[in-house]
């Protein structure tokens, strides 16, 4: 049976959006128990949810009998990209329909959540505020910011900025990834590599990872791709030729990276400093808010102390005020 369109009567393509944010929820907090807390429902009722998108879906998307907990499975992980959108564009769709309160334009780098959280700490503060999140890097977020489109970015930025004021976010300990684990390895003694030396869009990793080289005299392979593309750099790493790769711990937020290892390196600790920025002279009550809010979420989460341990701490020269914050913190 079909309707006037021709489309046949329910149609499984069209799903319910709560079904996606349940299944969006579970893949970050890796448990239906704590899902059920942030979307204010019963553990049943996330499970029935769940149940009801493989149902629609066809497929499984939670391994529930790992030891280490749920796990995406290998239909899960790309189906996540897709629901992620799906609930971004939802958010967005509502929140040009509010029109009593502006929305607060907020970009995040794809896959990274810390932009997620503090909006999650936000919310429970001002439920009637909207917030409209941006997939965008961090020079595009700049330009954007500059031009009036966006209100709040993120990204490793310099300092001082003709017309942006910032503040110290993270700072996100660099780590060694390997499809396979490595075993203890040495910033100074390993075979490593970099990505993101392909195109201009990645400048302020490529550039952080120069550095570093500086810094300690290092040879770092350059890989022609990004650190998106986990499939093709875990394949080169099979056959041996691709190193293991410098990456930030944060890229646990990707799905992919739960087939990979994440080593810490045993004689030096390098740290990516993030920075949260906006308009200088913001005078917007609740953009200002957001702002406050991320950094009282960067001290709760720790964002801002360096790991344990006794190995050397390095940041470029845009980090020292992240670690003069962090020693305020100890």
């Known amino acids: 049976m079909s309707d006037a369109s021709g489309s046949p009567v329910g149609d499984t393509r069209d799903l319910d959006t709560r079904l996606l944010r349940t299944f969006v929820v579970v893949a970050r907090e890796k448990s239906f128990t704590k899902a059920a807390q942030e ?42 990209e897709y629901a992620r959108a799906v609930v971004v564009a939802t958010d967005n769709l509502f929140g040009y329909t509010k029109p009593t309160i502006p929305s607060i334009r ?5 896959e990274r959540h810390m932009m997620q959280i503090v909006w999650r700490a936000y919310r429970k503060q001002y439920p009637e505020h909207q917030v409209i999140f941006y997939d965008m890097l961090s020079p595009e977020q700049l330009d954007a910011v500059r031009a009036g489109r966006l209100d709040v970015g993120m990204g490793r930025i310099p300092h001082e900025i003709s017309g942006i004021s910032s503040a110290p976010l993270r700072l996100d300990p660099v780590m ?15 075979r490593l590599g970099y990505t993101g030396v392909a195109g201009d869009r990645y ?3 490529v550039g952080f990872c120069e ?13 022609p791709h990004d650190n998106t593309m986990l499939e093709a750099i875990g394949h080169g790493q099979m056959l041996g030729q691709i190193p293991p790769i410098l990456a930030m711990e944060g890229m646990r937020d990707y799905a992919a ?25 913001e005078t917007r009550r609740e953009v200002r ?3 406050s809010t991320a950094l009282q979420v960067a ?19 845009d980090g020292e005020d992240h670690l003069a914050i962090a020693r305020t913190l100890t």
Request: with cysteine.
């Open 176 to 190: 060694a990834l390997n499809v396979t684990s490595t075993g203890p390895i040495g910033l100074r003694t390993g």
């Open 39 to 80: 979307l204010n429902m019963t553990q049943q009722g996330v499970s029935n949810h769940i149940r009801r998108l493989e149902a629609l879906l066809g497929c499984t998307v939670f391994d529930r009998g790992q030891p280490t907990g749920i796990t995406l499975t290998d239909r899960g992980g790309p189906l996540l």
């Open 289 to 291: 808010d957001f702002i």
């Open 106 to 110: 907020v970009a995040e780098i794809r």
């Open 257 to 281: 990276t739960q087939y990979f290892h994440f080593e810490r390196f045993t004689d030096i600790h390098p740290y990516y400093p993030w920075r949260i920025f906006w308009r200088k002279g």
């Open 203 to 205: 400048v302020h990793w």
């Open 299 to 317: 001290r709760t989460q720790r964002w801002l102390q360096p790991l344990d341990g006794d190995c050397e701490v390095w940041v470029p020269a």
């Open 211 to 223: 550095e570093l080289a500086a810094a300690f005299d290092l040879h770092l392979e350059p890989i």
